[in-house]
């Protein structure tokens, strides 16, 4: 991570906007909308942010690493299935290993298919040879069910990607801290969040395509 004072990256937004806006006269140093247009870019940085970190490819993004969290075991079936809250501020789980686990689980949520199958008894859970890790969601926060592991003492290890924010210094100088190798992509996707609040549809869909190509995002296909 690299520490970035937010009125530079302002600046850098809109360079590139005047730089490719095709609807003239829609982000003016005059604006009369509530925000002004550095207030406006400002705003959206954070956003821009999360969704590129949230749709970058893991080998893009470099997440925080916890080790040897300890874990709530409960026995069913004859295994044991791990409970673990999740941290606050976590928008993206990259990996999670048991200490007895032979490889990195495969993560899916409680709306996939494979998790009404983590019940059962027989083979098609998972186990130290081929873990799964569920992200379950309630009132209470996000945690992680994790089948399966032979013991109730393991320890669990995992990485996430943390929310980002803007901070404040005691100077009143504002920064965040930002992947220096995805910079690029979340300037142009502020761009893009930028000329969609203003409406700038056509500028906003080719600035979306640049921040998704630096980020290594494939774009959704149409059918």
């Known amino acids: 991570m690299k520490k970035y004072a937010v009125s530079d990256l302002v600046k850098e937004v809109k360079v590139l906007l005047d730089r490719n806006q095709e609807s003239s006269g829609l982000l003016t140093p005059d604006d009369t909308d509530t925000l002004s247009q550095?207030?406006?870019?400002?705003?959206?940085?954070?956003?821009?942010?999360?969704?590129?970190?949230?749709?970058?490819?893991?080998?893009?993004?470099?997440?925080?690493?916890?080790?040897?969290?300890?874990?709530?075991?409960?026995?069913?079936?004859?295994?044991?299935?791990?409970?673990?809250?999740?941290?606050?501020?976590?928008?993206r789980l990259l990996s999670v290993r048991a200490s007895d686990w032979n490889r990195n689980a495969?993560?899916?949520?409680?709306?996939?298919?494979?998790?009404?199958?983590?019940?059962c008894k027989y083979g098609v859970r998972g186990n130290p040879d081929r873990p799964i890790a569920a992200i379950i969601h309630t009132n209470g926060g996000r945690y992680l069910e994790l089948y399966t592991s032979k013991s109730n003492s393991v320890t669990v290890d995992?990485?996430?990607v943390a929310q980002p924010e803007i901070i404040t210094e005691s100077?009143?100088?504002?920064?965040?801290?930002?992947?220096?190798?995805?910079?690029?992509?979340?300037?142009?996707?502020?761009?893009?969040l930028t000329c969609v609040s203003m409406g700038d549809t056509d500028t906003a869909a080719g600035l979306l395509g640049v921040a998704r190509k630096l980020a290594h995002i494939v774009e959704p296909t149409t059918s």
């Open 38 to 91: 550095a207030e406006l870019i400002k705003s959206k940085i954070v956003d821009a942010a999360s969704i590129i970190l949230s749709d970058a490819p893991v080998d893009m993004v470099d997440g925080i690493k916890l080790d040897n969290i300890r874990v709530s075991w409960a026995s069913k079936n004859n295994a044991y299935v791990g409970t673990v809250y999740m941290p606050a501020d976590m928008i």
């Open 106 to 119: 495969e993560i899916i949520t409680e709306n996939d298919e494979a998790y009404k199958y983590q019940g």
């Open 158 to 160: 995992f990485t996430y």
């Open 171 to 192: 100077s009143g100088a504002e920064y965040i801290n930002l992947q220096s190798n995805l910079k690029g992509a979340i300037l142009y996707m502020a761009g893009y």
